[in-house]
């Protein structure tokens, strides 16, 4: 059964850093681009950053540069999304998602998961 699993979420103070885990089973992970997402409360959910098959990354939100670090262990069959300096802002539910094939620039997100919570909040 293919699927995709995110962790890692909780409350933070603002300053702090998270790492969100999406760890992947029925298919082999590094075969794929995965993206991850997230939904702020009350806004619609953005693309924030894609690690391609090949292990390039792109973030596609300037307020995350310098801040948010995506990276995979694939034999963990696992990719991560490492949040720095993190902002009240940032606070939403993040969701990864795998693309269907290799590329972040082409074909789009065929499997998604559940999502994790961040709340960055004094």
């Known amino acids: 059964q293919l699927q995709l699993v995110e962790s890692g979420g909780g409350l933070v103070q603002p300053g702090g850093s998270l790492r969100l885990s999406c760890a992947a089973s029925?298919?082999?992970?590094?075969?794929?681009?995965i993206g991850w997402f997230r939904q702020a409360p009350g806004k619609e959910r953005e693309a924030i950053s894609c690690i391609n098959s090949s292990g390039g990354s792109i973030n596609f939100v300037d307020s995350v540069k310098g801040r948010f670090i995506v990276s995979r262990d694939n034999a963990k069959n696992t990719v991560y999304l490492q949040m720095n300096t993190l902002k009240p802002e940032d606070t939403g539910v993040y969701y990864c998602a795998r693309k269907g094939g290799g590329s972040c620039l082409l074909g789009s997100y065929n499997y998604w998961g559940q999502g994790t919570h961040v709340t960055v909040s004094s």
């Open positions: 029925g298919f082999t992970l590094n075969d794929y681009a």
